[in-house]
């Protein structure tokens, strides 16, 4: 059974950090690309981050750029979201996935495995 789990959110002041967690287990992490995903109530999932198996490609939404980092450590089973200048309009549920395969997935259907989520709010 796979199971996807977060951690690491929270309610921190506009300009703070947080770094998220994801643990994974019933899977062969290291065949999978794990990505981020964040959702408001209301709105659609966004992508937020992807990585590929090895951490060898990432890739971020624009409106990321510069602020959050994906990376993952294969021997822990562990992907992570380190966000730093966040912003109220960061303020959602956010989601880890695990897609089958190489390369980055940046659409919510390409991903097999879905987290239950952890609650990031970030206040003005």
């Known amino acids: 059974q796979v199971q996807l789990v977060e951690s690491g959110g929270g309610l921190v002041q506009a300009g703070g950090s947080l770094r998220l967690s994801c643990a994974a287990s019933?899977?062969?992490?290291?065949?999978?690309?794990m990505g981020w995903f964040r959702q408001v109530p209301g709105k659609e999932r966004e992508f937020v981050a992807a990585?590929?198996?090895?951490?060898?490609?990432?890739q971020h939404t624009d409106s990321v750029k510069g602020r959050f980092t994906i990376s993952r450590d294969n021997a822990e089973n562990t992907v992570y979201l380190q966000m730093n200048s966040l912003k109220p309009e960061d303020t959602a549920l956010y989601y880890c996935?695990?897609?089958?395969?190489?390369?980055?997935?940046?659409?919510?259907?390409?991903?097999?495995?879905w987290g239950q989520g952890t609650q990031v709010t970030v206040s003005s």
């Open positions: 019933g899977l062969t992490f290291r065949d999978y690309v």
């Open positions: 990585i590929s198996w090895n951490g060898g490609r990432t």
């Open positions: 996935a695990a897609g089958y395969g190489s390369g980055v997935y940046t659409i919510p259907n390409q991903y097999d495995y």
